[in-house]
Nanobody
Framework: QVQLAESGGGLVQAGGSLRLSCEAS????????MGWYRQAPGKQRELVAT???????NYANSVKSRSTISRDISKNTVYLQMNSLKPEDTAVYYC???????????WGQGTQVTVSS
């Protein structure tokens, strides 16, 4: 069993920045993909960014060049630095851990990000 705890969300003005954190606890494998997804009201959950065990990253086009995903393996923590925030970034942001071989997924409770215009 894996538990994920997100933090760092909040209310910011357009153009501001936030750093989201997700700490994983439980039986964590070295071979996992960690990432961030977001869901706005009335919309489907969408990928924001992922990072795998080798450090390879993947970003949604909408956040590319404005966001950086990183990880601290020793702390089982993944971060999402978001800059130049826009109102359309407003959503609940969810942390995900996915086992590379089995595909089993774990999700956090989410943290609210609200960007005011």
């Amino acid at each position: 069993q894996v538990q994920l705890a997100e933090s760092g969300g909040g209310l910011v003005q357009a153009g501001g920045s936030l750093r989201l954190s997700c700490e994983a606890s439980g039986s964590i494998s070295r071979f996992v993909v960690m990432g961030w997804y977001r869901q706005a009201p009335g919309k489907q959950r969408e990928l924001v960014a992922t990072i795998n065990s080798g450090g390879s990253t993947n970003y949604a086009n909408s956040v590319k060049s404005r966001s950086t995903i990183s990880r601290d393996i020793s702390k089982n923590t993944v971060y999402l630095q978001m800059n130049s925030l826009k109102p359309e970034d407003t959503a609940v942001y969810y942390c995900q851990v996915r086992r590379f071989f089995s595909g089993v997924e774990y999700w956090g409770q989410g943290t609210q990000v609200t960007v005011s215009s």
